[in-house]
């Protein structure tokens, strides 16, 4: 595995604080595993608070100047790191799969879709502009400035770990914020990777800091309530959410929160089967299930209900799982134990209310924490499957009989991140697509995220929005003069 050794080796496995590689303190480290194999791939710096702290005063010492810089400049930073992500596809896939166990086709997707917010937000960076007016009485003029927001801390999981990444620093260095950025302890390697394409691309020192840290909780806290972070991008656990969410109470901190989902895929009589089983593949085996968009909860109209799961568990039970590189691998393994463990547990749980399994729900043998694509029918709208994120390739089908009693059974969850919906009926697309209590919804397809659309969720799924045109929206502040008419 030469190529492997080479790509780890690559990396940078420090500390990124004030533009300069550093050990955390007293040298500690941490082991960063393969999902697939279960062994260690390398060690890296193991941040403690004091690490933190030195990155937030780099990333603080840093913002006046880098606020003053021109967007033009910006813009042309994270155009060419755009372009050098796309012409390092090959490495950082191979990064991705290894450290996150995706297999490299779906790696070699994400990459490019990482790289499309680096595209998309140099070409905001030189869009922000502000307002000019006059009140209504004519005595005053009001102008409007647009102002950075200020020192960041950036927060990402394991699933997307470049995407996530570009995701947040994309608008960030737009928007002439400096930043530090807390990456999932599973998945350190991409960021890392990420930070030093970013400083090839010109990035100045202190704009962007990277701490990689198994005490989050102990990193992050006294950061949040320290009063020099002004903004705070989660994307993670609603659970992990809330805490955080009442950590930046206290001085107020301003927050984006990407947060779980309890996707409903809704598939009605009239709906090309084609289309959603094509849909289903792709809302629930994406990064094998292991995304927040996923499809967790699959509603079939009863009419057509048979028919989908033959032909949807069809489709499942011929994808390959093994090994993301593996070049025939369609599924790879789930992130850890304790993922597996979880969704195992889910399955018995739907298993012992009654639910068929048509095909998968047998753990395999061996090293890696593989499971194979599994679908159940007949799924009782008590199993804990249809109230929990899933996150592992499991479609659970429920049936229903009309409209009204569908839409209720999708909203009845206090996630509301995205819905999928299959119909050939425009006005009952509109009507249910507007009653959906989610932020995205995706009509006819299995796949929302794009880097142009705002992406983000309702209820417990979140606040704010990322990508599109409000995702600069969310690092800049407004600010406005009063000026006399004299
Ligand atoms: P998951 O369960 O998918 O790992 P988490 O919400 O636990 O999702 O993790 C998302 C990100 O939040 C990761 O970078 C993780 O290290 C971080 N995180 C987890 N717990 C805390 C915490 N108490 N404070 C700050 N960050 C945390």
């Not at 400049?73 to 090959?90: C, F, G, M, V």
């Not at 009605?268 to 809302?283: E, I, N, P, S, W």
């Not at 011929?318 to 304790?338: N, Q, R």
């Not at 799924?461 to 407004?478: A, D, M, N, P, T």
């Amino acid at each position: 595995r030469p190529a492997v050794v080479a790509a780890v080796a690559a990396v940078p496995k420090q500390l990124f604080i004030g533009g300069a590689w550093t050990d955390a303190t007293g040298g500690r480290t941490f082991a960063v595993g393969d999902p697939a194999t279960g062994e260690v791939l390398c060690e890296v710096a193991d941040a403690a608070p004091a690490d933190g702290r030195r990155a937030l005063d780099a990333a603080v010492a840093a913002q006046e100047e880098w606020a003053a810089t021109a967007p033009r400049a910006r813009s042309e930073i994270l155009r060419r790191a755009y372009e050098i992500i796309l012409s390092r596809t090959d490495e950082l896939a191979l990064l991705m799969t290894l450290e996150m166990g995706k297999p490299l086709k779906e790696a070699r997707g994400e990459v490019a879709y990482a790289a499309e917010f680096f595209r998309w937000f140099s070409e905001e960076a030189v869009r922000v502009d502000g307002g000019y007016g006059t009140t209504p009485d004519g005595a005053n003029r009001i102008l409007i400035m647009r102002r950075p927001v200020g020192p960041c801390l950036l927060i990402t999981p394991w699933n997307f770990p470049l995407a996530m990444g570009t995701r947040k620093i994309g608008p960030a260095v737009a928007a002439g914020c400096t930043m530090v950025l807390k990456p999932a302890p599973q998945t350190p390697l991409s960021t890392l990777a990420l930070a030093g394409i970013l400083t090839e691309a010109g990035l100045p020192p202190g704009v962007l800091n990277v701490v990689t840290t198994t005490d989050a909780a102990g990193v992050v806290e006294p950061l949040l309530r320290g009063g020099d972070v002004r903004k705070l991008s989660f994307t993670g656990s609603t659970q992990v959410g809330r805490i955080l969410l009442a950590q930046c109470a206290d001085t107020v901190v301003r927050t984006s929160m990407e947060l779980g989902g309890n996707a409903p895929f809704i598939v009605f009589d009239d709906a090309d089967l084609d289309v959603a089983v094509d849909g289903a593949m792709t809302a629930k085996m994406r990064n094998m299930g292991e995304a927040c968009t996923a499809a967790n909860r699959m509603f079939v109209h009863r009419s057509v209900a048979d028919e989908f799961a033959a032909r949807f568990a069809e489709r499942m039970a011929a994808l390959t799982v093994g090994p993301g590189t593996e070049p025939g691998s369609d599924v790879g393994p789930l992130i850890d134990a304790a993922g597996r463990g979880k969704v195992e547990e889910l399955v018995e749980d739907a298993l012992r209310r009654d639910a068929k399994v048509v095909t998968g729900g047998t753990t395999p043998d061996g090293p890696g924490y593989f499971y194979p694509p599994t679908v159940l029918t007949d799924v009782s709208r008590d199993a804990a499957l249809m109230r929990t994120e899933i996150f592992g390739p499991v479609a659970a089908i429920t049936t229903f009989d009309d409209e009204d009693e569908v839409v209720r059974a999708a909203n009845d969850t206090e996630w509301g991140l995205v819905g999928y919906l299959f119909t050939r009926d425009v006005d009952r697309a509109l009507r249910v697509g507007e009653r959906l209590e989610v932020g995205m919804v995706g009509l006819n397809t299995g796949l929302v995220s794009n880097p142009a659309a705002p992406f983000g969720g309702v209820k417990q799924s979140g606040l704010g929005r990322e990508g599109g045109r409000v995702g600069i929206e969310e690092f800049l502040e407004y600010k406005y003069v009063a000026i006399p008419v004299r």
